[in-house]
């Protein structure tokens, strides 16, 4: 304490002074108006300056939280999102579904289904589909599957809830088809590439031309008439001479599949046993 007294009684003078600058400040800021201005107009700067910078401070210590409410949000966004994907596929699906119906009215006793591909193959000699329905959604072996751009193949064998199709990329599949206003033929795979097919003994008598379409001909339990295959690339001669063959290439790219139509004849059976008497 006696060291304190000794400071202070030795730099009394500053002490002093210091005194006397502080009661003149005052006496300058409180006796007149525009330096009481001045002063209070800087002091209410630097406290906002303050108070600014405390609030940033405050805000980048809340970042986390409110990162972690964005990230909350942006999750249920993105499920709804999803959700509202699925709504409109389904009533994509319907849509199309219903315009099918409506252009095959003359095809009476067929009936459409959707369904989804969940395996596919194209790089084998017999390739195959797998799409994600079966017997219990009323999807049976020999019913025809197409998308939005043309026919895939025909369904081979189900289970409860899953099917395998053989497309059209497959060696043993046949198609019954017709050139578009012209005459009927086959369609068939020759193992090689995929966005080609074949039709086969095309008659020499028509006149068949680069860029016909190919459809289905409607004379099978299995498709309706006029589901587009695809156009006519290139014609030959057949082997023997006596008949064209021609270079179909494919509406349908088969490295991009996802969802698809089956349709079933619910005549099928009754037409089928009618022919067998004749073979």
Same mark, same amino acid.
């Given at each position: 304490?006696?060291?304190?007294?000794?400071?202070?009684?030795?730099?009394?003078?500053?002490?002093?002074?210091?005194?006397?600058?502080?009661?003149?400040?005052?006496?300058?800021?409180?006796?007149?108006?525009?330096?009481?201005?001045?002063?209070?107009?800087?002091?209410?700067?630097?406290?906002?300056?303050?108070?600014?910078?405390?609030?940033?401070?405050?805000?980048?210590?809340?970042?986390?939280?409110?990162?972690?409410?964005?990230?909350?949000?942006?999750?249920?966004?993105?499920?709804?999102?999803?959700?509202?994907?699925?709504?409109?596929?389904?009533?994509?699906?319907?849509?199309?579904?219903?315009?099918?119906?409506?252009?095959?009215?003359?095809?009476?006793?067929?009936?459409?289904?959707?369904?989804?591909?969940?395996?596919?193959?194209?790089?084998?000699?017999?390739?195959?589909?797998?799409?994600?329905?079966?017997?219990?959604?009323?999807?049976?072996?020999?019913?025809?599957?197409?998308?939005?751009? %043309?026919?895939?193949? =025909? !369904?081979?064998?189900? &289970? +409860?809830?899953?099917?395998?199709?053989? @497309? #059209?990329?497959?060696?043993?599949?046949?198609?019954?088809?017709?050139?578009?206003?012209?005459?009927?033929?086959?369609?068939?795979?020759?193992?090689?590439?995929?966005?080609?097919?074949?039709?086969?003994?095309?008659?020499?008598?028509?006149?068949?031309?680069? %860029?016909?379409?190919? =459809? !289905?001909?409607?004379? &099978? +339990?299995?498709?309706?008439?006029?589901? @587009? #295959?695809?156009?006519?690339?290139?014609?030959?001669?057949?082997?023997?001479?006596?008949?064209?063959?021609?270079?179909?290439?494919?509406?349908?790219?088969?490295?991009?599949?996802?969802?698809?139509?089956?349709?079933?004849?619910?005549?099928?059976?009754?037409?089928?046993?009618?022919?067998?008497?004749?073979?």
């Amino acid at each position: 304490m006696r060291s304190i007294l000794d400071i202070l009684i030795k730099h009394n003078h500053w002490f002093l002074f210091l005194l006397l600058e502080g009661i003149s400040f005052v006496l300058v800021v409180f006796f007149n108006n525009y330096q009481r201005a001045t002063i209070f107009t800087s002091a209410n700067s630097i406290a906002g300056n303050i108070y600014s910078a405390i609030t940033n401070v405050d805000s980048y210590f809340g970042l986390k939280s409110e990162n972690e409410i964005l990230v909350d949000h942006n999750k249920k966004l993105i499920n709804d999102i999803e959700i509202l994907k699925a709504r409109l596929r389904e009533y994509e699906d319907s849509a199309s579904i219903a315009n099918m119906q409506f252009t095959s009215q003359h095809n009476e006793g067929f009936y459409y289904n959707t369904a989804k591909v969940v395996n596919n193959s194209i790089n084998k000699v017999n390739n195959y589909i797998t799409i994600d329905k079966g017997t219990s959604q009323g999807v049976n072996s020999q019913m025809g599957v197409f998308n939005d751009q %043309g026919v895939i193949g =025909v !369904t081979y064998t189900s &289970s +409860s809830n899953y099917t395998v199709v053989m @497309p #059209l990329l497959n060696s043993k599949s046949i198609i019954s088809c017709k050139v578009k206003d012209k005459g009927l033929c086959t369609l068939k795979w020759d193992g090689m590439e995929t966005r080609y097919s074949y039709l086969i003994d095309l008659p020499r008598y028509e006149l068949f031309e680069n %860029g016909d379409t190919v =459809v !289905t001909s409607g004379f &099978s +339990s299995i498709f309706p008439a006029g589901i @587009p #295959l695809g156009r006519i690339d290139r014609l030959e001669d057949s082997a023997d001479g006596q008949s064209y063959r021609a270079r179909v290439e494919l509406f349908v790219d088969f490295s991009d599949i996802d969802n698809v139509f089956v349709v079933g004849n619910s005549n099928r059976e009754e037409q089928e046993e009618l022919e067998e008497i004749f073979n």
